[in-house]
């Protein structure tokens, strides 16, 4: 079977609409047009089996798509696709709008601060419930001003001041990130001056 793990999830499917065979999907993507663009797809079932399907047919309907999948022609048909994910494969994926990012591509970008040191990496990007994280390991060079263990720095204003994507890297602020270091750690270096 293929390894279908580094897949996009494009929408989620929601129950059949009509009786020739079309099923309502909610987008999760920027781009409303996005179900135009949709050929061949793989649907992740809740019961964790994947099928690849051929789409036919997509129309946009209000906030919502309906897809017709080739060889399903009825309501009956579909069940077994209700409350799936359909996803695309990776070269699939259409950019991400000016000034916006996918949280799975700011993994393994540098940490560096606002005066310009590079401190760490982004080891992932955890969506919680009130705000994205990063996940960060502080290089070695860094653990004693910082932490020896990753820490999780939200991305806010007051955090995170920049995300440089050409030099993938994000700039933060050294005092919010040392704050929330929790182990005993020495005086920053301007605290020592």
Known sequence: MPDYSNYITVCELMGSHGVKGYIKARPLTHDPERHKLLKAVVVEKVNGQFVELEVEESKLAGALWHLKFKGFDTPESLRPLVNGNLM???????????????????????????????VGEVLEVQELPTVDAFLIKFSEEAQGEFS????????????????DEENQAIICDGDYLRALC????????????
């Open 182 to 193: 929790p182990e005993e750690r020495p005086a920053s270096p301007e605290a020592r001056q």
């Open 148 to 163: 020896k263990k990753p820490i999780l720095a939200p991305w806010i204003e007051d955090c995170v001041s920049e995300i």
């Open 88 to 118: 695309v494969s990776p070269d699939e994926r259409i950019p991400a709008p000016e000034g916006e990012f996918y949280l799975d591509d700011l993994a393994g970008f540098a940490v560096k601060l606002t005066d310009g040191r590079t």
